[in-house]
């Protein structure tokens, strides 16, 4: 570790230490405690929506906007299996089955056409494809309040005093461990050095005969795994409302900008900062109605820190 | 959506072995002569909000299943009635663009059945100006009870609030509320700053946990009303994000810390499976209109309109009973008009305004609308409790006691009706 990632880390704990100290000045620990716990577990949310973009991002260019909607999708469908009375383990599977069709049947027919347009071109795509599986949803399923509860939902530790269910320490660990799991798939095996490979330099990965097809295949899958993951954790523990859970891409984009669309640790790190400060703001009478910016500020602050002390000019980046 | 339309079905069969007349009777309409209207329509407009997150047509799905049924029977004097429906869709321009097609485009002598977030605050104006009679029925922003011009069957937010509240302060022993609604001025704050006014009048007090709508977690409001020091918790949301707020609680075994009460949106044929075993006989529900199992003529004759005329998929919900009620009085109102006025828009707005002492087991007290600034008729209602398979009614129809309604009581006795 260099001595700038030293110091980064240092002013990442000690800023995350003041913020968190000062919003929860006064309050009972067990309350910070609640909005603690509370915050992780909306973090590794949004962590694991910046993963999967990520992931895809790296391997084929693509920023993809509807996996949100492919983990709506796939929550609903979960939850209409179980009203027909299906095994409930056979509709979670469902859940990232469809989600993993949806993201494959996008990554597999439609992107390949968008391959050599820009990346707002294709990032904008995926919106477009993501309002259309959303309207789809919302035709099959009118609007009806509606519950996933998972068997993790009734199992808790007692942590301090504060109850934490097991689904979000599923929830927290999956996170990490996904992190951990792509990383070492990436470093260690065949396909994640094409991977990476694709990710440096598409043209030059083609001419020396790296199969893309196959490679950004493999990266869409992993991506509808994950949105299929996802969308049913955010049905369980959010809600399960099909516009929230296809927008909860937002804040996951947020997630993935404070890795720069490359660091997967950072996007963890970055999601799960983001639920945490997100909840404590609503300890501040001042600052709580500014709950849903606090994500993209965190970010904007994150890219401008980043950014610092280089320049942009006609040759390039200075 | 099937599960409620099983459940009216099992609701109409319960009517009929109860010795009521339901199916077996055809419904009741207008002059109820059995021939259809012919001639020039008269045109009567509505307008809903049904996009993604929200379906508000409930209304005017049953304010037109009557209006058909009305058609068929006679009409208003042999006329029928043209119902244009119009979408708002939760966009702001668009229910500006809907109001100004039904007010200023067509010759239409009123709304009915009106049910939306958005058009009542973006409208109200027009509908001033225009001088034109809203007979709303799926009301839920102050603009809907605070303007000239608009009238609803239903309560919305504000009287169901204080209907909970003042049942926890009576019943469960509530000293201090934690009110979670909605972070807008006119929905959410309005109608927790009543419940904790109310409770302030009495020797309580109260607080508000503000949800931001754009906001996905509800667990932060959640646990910000848990930490204020209430003894009971107000979950003043539609049913989604209160289902959302039960599971939260649920989930940090918050249930035997609290009261859990509740406006009118928990009053959902689909809520108790949802809220699952946890909450059956813990969560108390404020009805508007009448709970399904009252079952009163009224009632039956609405789910016989809604059998005949109306499609299966429309809800049979509070909504549903709201807009049958808005047009089945406006109908009534109609048909006590000299028919050469029925065209003419300032008559029968006027005729709207004289609409006094109507009313129907549905509804706990009388229908009227008189000629002032605000409008809320409908300020009584039911108590019911969350059990397994349904809702247990824990007391009959009651008046809100608050002082909110002080100039509503006024404008009741200066009309006679007190």
Redesign the interface.
């Known amino acids: 570790m260099t001595r700038t990632q030293l110091w980064n880390w240092a002013l990442y704990i000690a800023l995350m230490a003041l913020i968190l100290g000062w919003l929860g000045w006064g309050k009972p620990f067990k309350i910070q405690g609640l909005f603690l716990a509370s915050g992780l577990a909306v973090g590794s949310l949004y962590a694991l929506g910046g993963i999967g973009m990520v992931v895809l991002f790296r391997a084929s260019g693509v920023l993809n906007f509807s996996s949100g909607a492919a983990g709506a999708a796939g929550a609903m469908t979960a939850w209409q299996l179980a009203e027909w009375g299906v095994w409930p383990p056979a509709t979670w599977l469902a859940c990232i089955l469809v989600a993993l069709a949806i993201t494959l049947a996008y990554g597999r027919f439609l992107a390949p056409r968008l391959a050599w347009r820009e990346p707002v071109v294709k990032a904008v795509a995926t919106l477009g494809f993501a309002l259309i599986i959303l309207g789809l949803v919302s035709f099959l399923w009118i609007d009806d309040p509606r519950s996933i509860t998972l068997p993790t939902d009734k199992m808790g530790i007692k942590f301090l005093g504060l109850r934490i269910t097991v689904t979000r320490l599923i929830v927290f660990f999956a996170s990490i461990g996904i992190v951990i799991g792509i990383w070492a798939f990436l470093a260690k095996t065949a396909i994640g050095l094409q991977m990476r490979s694709l990710a440096n330099d598409r043209d030059l990965s083609a001419l020396l005969g790296i199969p893309i097809l196959k490679v950004e295949t493999i990266a869409w899958g992993i991506s509808g795994v994950l949105a299929g993951f996802t969308g049913l954790m955010f049905a369980d523990l959010i809600r399960l409302e099909p516009t929230v859970i296809t927008f909860m891409v937002i804040p996951s984009i947020a997630a993935a900008i404070c890795g720069r669309l490359d660091n997967l640790a950072l996007v963890l790190i970055g999601g799960l900062s983001m639920g945490v400060i997100e909840n404590m703001l609503t300890l501040s009478n001042a600052l709580k109605g500014a709950r849903p910016i606090a994500p993209f500020v965190i970010a904007a602050v994150v890219l401008l820190y980043s950014q610092r002390g280089t320049r942009l000019t006609f040759g390039g980046r200075e | ?1 099937k599960l ?1 339309t099983a459940l009216s079905a099992a609701i109409t069969l319960a009517g009929v072995t109860a010795g009521g007349q339901a199916l077996a009777a055809d419904p009741m309409c207008g002059a109820n002569t059995g021939e259809a209207a012919s001639g020039d329509p008269i045109l009567v407009g509505g307008i809903h909000g049904n996009a ?4 508000f047509s409930a209304a005017t799905d049953a304010a037109k299943a009557y209006f058909d049924c009305v058609n068929a029977n006679g009409g208003i004097n042999g006329r029928p009635i043209e119902y244009i429906i119009e979408n708002d869709q939760w966009n702001p321009e668009l229910a500006a663009q809907a109001a100004a097609k039904l007010v200023n485009d067509t010759d239409t002598v009123a709304l009915v059945a009106n049910g939306s977030f958005i058009e009542m605050a973006v409208n109200a104006g027009t509908y001033a100006e225009a001088d034109i009679m809203v007979m709303a029925s799926a009301c839920a922003i102050s603009e809907c009870f605070e303007s000239s011009n608009i009238v609803s069957t239903n309560q919305g937010p504000l009287p169901s609030n204080l209907g909970a509240v003042m049942y926890a302060r009576e019943e469960l022993g509530a000293e201090n509320i934690a009110c979670i609604g909605l ?1 807008i001025p006119n929905n959410g704050i309005w109608s927790c700053e009543a419940a904790i006014n109310y409770m302030e009048e009495n020797g309580g007090t109260g607080s508000m ?2 949800i ?1 709508p ?8 959640l ?2 009303a ?2 204020s020091g209430a003894d009971t918790i107000l979950i003043n949301q539609p ?6 707020i039960l ?1 939260a609680a ?4 918050l249930r035997d810390a609290f009261n859990w009460i509740a406006p009118t949106p928990l009053y ?1 044929l ?2 108790p499976d ?1 809220v ?1 075993e946890y909450w059956h006989g813990d969560v108390y529900v404020n009805a508007e209109l009448a709970p399904f199992q009252v079952n009163g003529p009224d009632a039956q004759n609405w789910i016989a309109v809604m059998d005949a005329y109306a499609r299966p998929e429309d809800p049979r919900d509070t909504f549903a009973q709201a807009g049958y009620l808005s047009a089945k009085f406006f109908t009534e109102m109609m048909l006590e008009m000299d028919p050469a006025d029925v065209d003419d828009r300032a008559k029968v707005a006027d005729a709207i305004r004289a609409i006094k002492g109507k009313t129907s087991d549905l509804m706990c007290g009388p229908y009227y609308v008189g000629d002032a600034d605000f409008h809320m008729p409908n300020h009584a209602g039911y108590m019911v409790k969350i059990i397994e398979g349904g809702y247990e009614i824990v007391r009959d129809c009651y008046e809100y006691d608050s002082s909110y309604f002080d100039p509503h009581l006024k404008l009741e006795a200066e009309m006679g009706l007190q």
């Open positions: 959506m409620k993604a997150p929200g379906d972070n946990a503000l931001n754009g906001a996905p977690d509800v667990n932060s409001a646990l910000e848990v930490s049913a989604g994000l209160a289902l959302a599971k649920e989930e940090q075994d959902d689909s809520i949802q699952g």
